[in-house]
């Protein structure tokens, strides 16, 4: 290939429209081109790197004896309502994008593949002799993201690589989800990325264990929490902690302080001396479903901790009426709102666990009782300090038992706190969490017969009766990958492709093309490398030498050939695009030089010939 043919178009600056290191160099090294909001043209060099990703993928998916197949992206609602997620991904902050046909039938544009890939199997699979099997594909995924953003990181048009396993039995889909597990390890290696497993909520998808894949990057949308010995480690999502323990409060009975003006808990302690530790805060939030009236919810926190959303969302979820349907979105409850619901407003600052569900009564379109829920850091206190419910008031000394008499007016108590870094971890008491970021490349779920059970795939066990099918289900961002793989592996001057998924291994660049000497030795070389069976480029555009090298660095090919003045002496330069060390040697030694080196990084970071 030349780079004269390639339609290279690269950027001297940084576009506006880029706010991290990524997303600017594949916009400048002409990589990609955004077409609209989440939405980017992969440009010729990016899709030779998607080619090598999806190659790379495709080796390891079969290697544990998944099946390639291609499912369509049009998928009918009917299949969605009868999972029961259709509402909860097109309404509120729902992610399909949804459509009508001329016959008035909907549609969506495929997020995931759960339904369609169920359906099939409830069709196709009917006796445990067919099982276990896995299949999966590669494609392009839609979501109407609610903030694309970061280029490739989160677009609303991307590929995915999604398998489904079916099995007889939980014992068969543990078997499957560690031989995932273990092709997942070896496809962010063999691409040369760091990545590494966390623990993981499993959101709308839905199941049990799960567990994420994470490219550790300063830029990396999640906050991930690992233990000092690696043993522990989880998406902040889903992370579990010991707290720090509550600073003990000494004061009895309970007793009202006028608090004017003190509505934070940073007031409170700073003028009246106390520890966030003693404070139990109070939230008021309103969960809306798909299919019943929105639930207020009363959750109570210990006062230095904070509230982890999607643990709060889980537990609404899980204690949501029958037929409720989908949870669409959680907010919080302002006096706004209140008038909305023709209610009083709330003394905001000074609320308190007591809060009445008086406070609800003639809401025109809520529940009128509240949903209780409590971290178990708050209940677990003894005597602390909350809002009296009346403005510029609050107690001192309060106790569960005093403010709600009656048991069923106490909040569930459960894990609602985010785990923060400094925490004390469960496994290990004397280690602590410490914070990275990551950018999640990867997915695994135990599914289970969620699934199953919702569209009757079933099968005939050993015994000969009817029983669902367990599932499994497994993506990589493959888009997203080849992004993280830049902002893993780039320097000022641009991106250092691993050579595994790098668009071309190796340019070979002559300083002045017009001069047919360097031009005929650049020529030789580019055939000798090519029928090695190494991925070349010449660079055989007739610019200045520095914009030729400038360009290379940029767009990040691991080898450069120099091609200069001493080619009259058969003599070049060897440049490696990491580290930028350079070497001189004789033509003639390149290959000699070069192919042993290109053997071991074609593997990545597995270490080992692929
Ligand atoms: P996220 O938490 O980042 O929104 P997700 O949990 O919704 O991701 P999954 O449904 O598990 O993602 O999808 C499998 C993989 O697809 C993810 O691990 C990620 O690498 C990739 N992915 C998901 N959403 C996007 C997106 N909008 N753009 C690019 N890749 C994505
Ligand atoms: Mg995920």
């Not at 090294?29 to 790197?49: C, F, K, N, T």
């Not at 099995?167 to 499957?176: D, F, G, P, V």
């Not at 708050?378 to 309060?398: E, I, N």
Request: charged share 20%; aromatic share 6%; proline share 5%.
């Amino acid at each position: 290939m030349r780079v004269s043919r390639l339609m290279l178009v690269t950027l001297r600056d940084d576009p506006a429209e880029a706010e991290i290191s990524s997303h600017k160099l594949l916009l400048r090294g002409g990589y990609i081109r955004r077409i609209s909001s989440g939405i980017y043209a992969y440009l010729p060099l990016l899709w030779r790197v998607l080619q090598k990703i999806e190659g790379i993928v495709r080796q390891e998916m079969n290697a544990t004896g998944a099946l390639e197949t291609l499912l369509p992206q049009l998928q009918p609602a009917e299949l969605w309502q009868r999972s029961g997620r259709w509402d909860g991904y097109t309404a509120g902050e729902g992610i399909m994008f949804h459509l009508q046909d001329r016959q008035e039938r909907q549609l969506g544009l495929g997020p995931t593949h759960e339904e369609v890939i169920t359906a099939l199997a409830a069709d196709l699979l009917r006796s445990y002799r067919q099982l276990p099997v896995s299949l999966y594909q590669i494609q392009t995924k839609f979501r109407d993201e609610i903030r694309p953003r970061f280029g490739l990181m989160r677009g609303r048009e991307f590929i995915m690589k999604d398998a489904y396993s079916f099995h007889a039995s939980e014992e068969s889909l543990k078997q499957s989800y560690a031989a995932m597990d273990l092709a997942y390890r070896r496809i962010f290696a063999r691409c040369g990325l760091r990545a590494v497993a966390v623990e993981a909520d499993s959101g709308a998808i839905g199941g049990s264990a799960s567990q994420e894949f994470m490219v550790t990057a300063e830029a990396g949308e999640d906050l991930i929490l690992t233990s000092e010995d690696g043993r522990y480690g989880a998406n902040q999502e889903r992370a579990v902690s010991l707290p720090p323990p509550a600073v003990e409060l000494q004061q009895s009975p309970c007793q009202e302080l006028a608090t004017p003006g003190l509505a934070s808990i940073e007031d409170l302690c700073r003028v009246h001396g106390f520890d966030p530790t003693q404070i139990v805060k109070v939230l008021v939030l309103v969960a809306r479903f798909a299919a019943a009236p929105a639930q207020p919810l009363l959750v109570c926190l210990r006062g230095d901790q904070q509230l982890n959303e999607v643990k709060l969302a889980n537990a609404v979820s899980a204690r949501a009426a029958e037929g409720a349907g989908a949870l669409l979105e959680i907010t919080p409850i302002s006096n706004e709102l209140l008038a909305a619901e023709g209610l009083a407003p709330l003394p905001f600052g000074s609320l308190g666990p007591q809060l009445d569900d008086g406070v609800l009564a003639g809401a025109r379109s809520w529940q009128q009782r509240f949903l209780r829920l409590a971290d178990t850091t708050a209940t677990d206190l003894t005597g602390f300090v909350c809002g009296a419910c009346r403005s510029d008031q609050h107690l001192v000394g309060a106790s569960w038992e005093a403010l709600l008499p009656q048991p069923d007016q106490r909040p569930q108590s459960l894990d609602l706190r985010a785990a923060q870094p400094g925490d004390r971890c469960l496994h290990a008491p004397e280690q602590t969490l410490l914070a990275a970021r990551g950018i999640e490349v990867g997915h695994i779920f135990q599914l289970g017969r969620k699934y199953s059970q919702a569209l009757e795939a079933t099968f005939t066990n050993e015994a000969g009766s009817e029983e669902a099918l367990w599932m499994g289900c497994y993506g990589i961002g493959v888009s997203r990958l080849a992004q993280a793989a830049v902002e893993q592996h780039h320097d000022e001057q641009g991106i250092c492709w691993p050579t595994s998924i790098a668009p071309f291994e190796v340019i070979v660049v002559p300083a002045n093309i017009e001069d047919p000497l360097q031009q005929q030795l650049a020529e030789s070389l580019l055939t000798e490398l090519l029928d090695a069976g190494v991925d070349a480029l010449l660079d055989d555009r007739s610019e200045r030498a520095g914009v030729k090298f400038k360009d290379a660095d940029l767009i990040g090919i691991p080898w450069r050939v120099v091609v200069g003045r001493d080619a009259a002496n058969g003599q070049i330069e060897l440049v490696q695009r990491q580290g930028r060390s350079t070497e001189a040697l004789a033509a003639s030694a390149l290959l000699e030089v070069l192919l042993p080196r290109l053997t071991t990084e074609r593997c990545g970071l597995l270490g080992e010939p692929a």
